[in-house]
Structures are given as structure tokens and as C-alpha cells.
């Protein structure tokens, strides 16, 4: 191909020094057609096919090629035909007699022609986008994996990142919950993928049947819900940059913490500190184009929405109530009775009617115990004999205290005393655990061993009075004898000390 300077003087010698066609092919040493191009062109245009290529081998088999192509198309990437097998295809089964470079070489462009283009768009003010992200993190010294819910402002470019042990409803719930207070007010609509957590059933016509937890989340703070399309990731392509933004900034090297409490204040912290940041094409910052989402946001409600779980159960045999694959304990006295379960974040409620009956730690391990030894002490207290072996007092740290009292009170009453020291254990379902050892300690430095001097000195250290104990009711006690003092006795005291 002749260079752009040949170019520029053959043109120069036919168009201003009036050189003839004829004459300029001579003095240049080229055809006379390549002069026409030259004059024509005034850069070299590049080869210029006149014709189609002609495959002969292939193109009896391209509509074969283009069929596979779009079935594919269906199907998931990691089982898709490549051109490899497609050429294999072609000459086991249909007789192609061609060779495989030409079959890649079409497949190569025929998938480039497949490829999505997109549309560039404009984000009014007011909107929002969802999804949760996945990383490993270090949480309490133990590896493992987190989810974190992202909420992004395309208008802005506002974000608010919050880590759960797991994707659940529950954890949705309340990182909403948390954004909205964050950002103080509720986007006009949030754009979400086809999660399960929001969607029960996408229906013929494409519209979604929302879940129960879904749809109260959207009555109680009234925004539009919309959704992507299945599959298609780049549709909410806002929050899929902002999940990997957090993934690559926040959480690199391994974010490592001793609660999720203290890792949800950190990125908190970090989101605030992106609000000063000023992005590749805005000359504001994000904190000064969020107040223009602010501005067509919508008030928070009163009461923010309680982001729980809610399940019905029964109580079985053992006093334990079963919520995603763990057991929590209530007391013995609600055993076979049907309950409420409401699984938060960090806590899991168990109400009967309208009271709550127990609190527990959530449990993010599967098949658990959690067990509160309070809520057995009743049944203990009449069978006794099963103290010693009751999975739910086993490992209770208690001061050593208890233990003093409960060898004194066996020594004394035999197994009365175990059951008197089930009483004194009782104390704590109605006084604290500081109030209750308080109270053995007394007991033990006066000598009043027994549950009825444990439960009034704890209540006179409520009530702060002095106490008044009945000796009469510990016979096994030494009887102290007190006479009153006379003026004789003084005399006496006093002739003694002349002599």
C-alpha cells in the first residue's frame, strides 16, 4: 500500500503543478489506476472488498452455526458449545469437511454481532437501587463468609453498606430499616433483582407477586418497588458498581472486627466519608448532590418498620421451640402450647399471645441448643435429681458463692438442701444475678443458711433496710442467750479492777 506522502505528491503534481495522469504515472513509477485512486483518496482508503467472501466448505453449514448460537443463548455459560465442539458437531454429524480455523473465526463474530449493547441513562433525583454482595471477613477470630446489603443513589452517587451473618428477609428488612434512617428519608422508588426474598412468583404477563415481609416493608414506607429483568445484572447497574466499589475498598485486606456491630459502624463511617468525595464527571460532591435527592425523598414514618421474621411453633416436650434448624428454650410452663417466633439480626423473641416469653442470642449455626437455665428451674425444683445432669445448667457460670451454699445446704438438710438451693436459684427469675449472690454472701457470713434468709436479705438489699432475721425458723442453730445488763454487774466490774 503507498504511503500518505506518495499520496500528497502525486496530488500536488496533478492538481496545482498541472501535471497530466499519464505523465504522473511515469514520473512516479505507478499504474495509472492507482494515480485515479490516489486523486480520488487523499489518504490511502484501505482494501476495499468488491464481493462478499465466498466459503464454499462453510457456508452450507451457517444456518446450523447461527441455530446452536441462539440455543445457546438459553442456556448457562458454563454449558454453552465452544467452537471446538461446534466444529466437532459439524463433522461428525453433518459431513463438514472444512477446517476448524474458518468455523472459529465465524463463531468469533457471530458472538461479537450477539453481544448487548446499552443505553445511556439519566437518573432523576429520588431513586434508589438494592443488592446484597458476599465477602470474607473475619468476625469474633473466626473466618467466615458476610453479606452485606448496598444501597445506592444513581442521582448522587449516595451509599449506605450494612454486613449481615447471613441473606435473609430479616436482614433485608433491616438494612432498609438502617438506609433510611441513614439518608433520612425514603427514596420514591428502589430497583431491585428478582430476589426470593422480595419476590414470590414472577407471573406470565412479568409482573412480580410480592412476599408477606416484602409487601408490609412496602406499606409501612410507602415507595414504588420495580425490578430487572431476570438475568440481567446491568439493569441495576448502579448498585452492581457500588457492591464491587465496597468489595475492593472496604473490604480489602479482610475486614477483621469482634462483632458485626462494631464492622456496621466502621462502614457506616465510611460512607459518610465518601459523601466529600467529588466523581470523575460531576463538580459537586456527592454529599452536595445528595441533598437534591433528599429533596424528593419521602418523611420517615413515626415508628420504624419492626424487621423480623415471623413464624408460628410449638412448644415440644423439652421446652424448646425449633426456628430455622436451631432450638430455643422457653419456660417449662408453656410446654405443648403454640407460639410465636420473631427472628431478628442478633436476637430471636418467642411470644405466647401477647406475651413475650423469652430472648434469646440468635444463632447463626445449624442444628443448636440455646438454652436459658432459668427457664427449667421450675421443672428442676420438682425433680430434683435431674440437677446435676440438665443440659441447660450445664456450663451456667456462676460465682463461687452458690456453690458454698449449695454443699452447706445439702450437708445440713440432705436433699431438702438441693431442693432449697433450687429455690435460692429461683431468686434470679425475679432479682438480678448481682443481687442474688449479694444475698448468699450475707447469708453465709451471719450463718443463715436456708433460702427463706437468702430471699430476705436480697430484698433488704432492694429496699435497703437493715435485716431482721427469724432464728426461730433454723432450730439447728446454737441459741445465743442475752440477759439485760444491770447496775450490779457494773459494781462488780469495778471492784474487780480495784483489786
Not at 496545482?16 to 512516479?28: C, I, P, Q, T, Y
Amino acid at each position: 500500500m503507498k504511503g500518505v506522502e506518495l499520496y500528497g505528491r502525486v496530488r500536488r503534481a496533478v492538481f496545482v503543478e498541472g501535471m497530466s495522469r499519464r505523465e504522473a504515472a511515469r514520473v512516479f513509477g505507478i499504474d495509472r489506476r492507482t494515480v485515479e485512486k490516489m486523486l480520488q483518496f487523499s489518504v490511502p482508503p484501505g482494501y476495499r472488498r468488491s464481493k462478499p467472501v465466498r466459503r464454499p466448505k462453510l457456508d452450507p453449514f451457517v444456518e446450523i452455526i447461527d441455530r446452536i448460537l441462539a440455543e445457546d443463548s438459553d442456556r448457562s455459560k458454563k454449558q454453552r458449545h465452544t467452537s471446538k465442539r461446534i466444529f466437532e458437531r459439524l463433522r461428525d454429524e453433518r459431513g463438514y469437511v472444512g477446517g476448524i480455523t474458518i468455523v472459529k473465526d465465524y463463531v468469533h463474530a457471530a458472538r461479537q454481532r450477539q453481544r448487548e449493547m446499552f443505553v445511556p441513562l439519566a437518573h432523576p433525583p429520588g431513586h434508589a437501587q438494592v443488592d446484597f454482595g458476599e465477602v470474607l471477613g473475619v468476625i469474633g477470630g473466626v473466618e467466615r463468609k458476610i453479606h452485606f446489603l448496598a444501597m445506592d443513589l444513581p442521582h448522587s452517587d449516595g451509599c449506605f453498606v450494612k454486613a449481615y451473618p447471613a441473606e435473609t428477609s430479616e436482614a433485608f428488612c433491616d438494612g432498609h430499616v438502617s438506609a433510611f434512617a441513614f439518608f433520612g428519608g425514603v427514596p420514591v422508588s428502589i430497583l431491585y433483582d428478582n430476589t426470593r426474598i422480595a419476590v414470590a412468583r414472577i407471573l406470565g404477563d412479568g409482573t412480580r407477586k410480592r412476599t408477606r415481609i416484602f409487601s408490609e416493608l412496602i406499606s409501612h414506607y410507602l415507595f414504588e418497588d420495580r425490578f430487572g429483568r431476570p438475568g440481567k445484572g446491568n439493569d441495576k447497574g448502579k448498585v452492581e458498581g457500588l457492591v464491587g466499589y465496597c468489595r475492593r475498598n472496604f473490604m480489602v485486606p479482610l475486614p477483621r472486627f469482634a462483632s458485626f456491630d462494631d464492622l456496621n459502624a466502621w462502614l457506616e463511617a465510611r460512607c459518610r466519608r465518601r459523601m466529600s468525595d467529588r466523581l470523575r464527571g460531576h463538580g459537586e460532591t456527592i454529599g452536595e448532590r445528595l441533598e437534591r435527592d433528599r429533596a424528593h425523598f419521602q418523611p420517615l414514618p413515626a415508628v420504624a418498620y419492626d424487621a423480623c421474621d415471623m413464624r408460628t411453633a410449638r412448644v415440644s416436650s423439652l421446652s424448646l421451640v425449633r426456628y430455622r434448624g436451631n432450638d430455643y428454650s422457653v419456660p417449662t410452663t408453656y410446654g405443648h402450647r403454640e407460639v410465636l417466633v420473631r427472628g431478628y439480626v442478633h436476637e430471636v423473641v418467642i411470644a405466647c399471645g401477647a406475651e413475650i416469653i423469652a430472648r434469646h442470642r440468635r444463632s447463626w449455626e445449624t442444628e443448636d441448643f440455646i438454652f436459658d437455665p432459668l427457664h427449667y428451674l421450675a421443672l428442676i425444683e420438682q425433680k430434683t435429681n435431674a440437677l446435676d445432669q440438665a443440659a441447660p445448667l450445664a456450663g451456667w457460670d456462676l460465682p463461687e458463692a452458690f456453690t458454698t451454699l449449695r454443699r452447706l445446704l445439702e450437708a445440713r438438710l440432705g436433699k431438702k438442701g438441693k431442693r432449697e438451693f433450687v429455690q435460692v436459684l429461683r431468686l434470679m427469675e425475679t432479682f438480678s444475678v448481682d443481687d442474688v449472690h449479694a444475698g448468699i454472701r450475707c447469708a453465709l457470713e451471719r450463718g443463715t443458711i436456708g433460702f427463706d434468709a437468702v430471699k430476705h436479705l436480697v430484698l433488704c438489699r432492694i429496699e435497703r433496710r437493715p435485716p431482721r432475721l427469724d432464728m426461730t425458723v433454723y432450730p439447728y442453730l446454737p441459741k445465743a442467750r442475752v440477759e439485760v445488763t444491770s447496775a450490779r454487774s457494773y459494781m462488780s466490774l469495778l471492784a474487780g479492777a480495784g483489786s
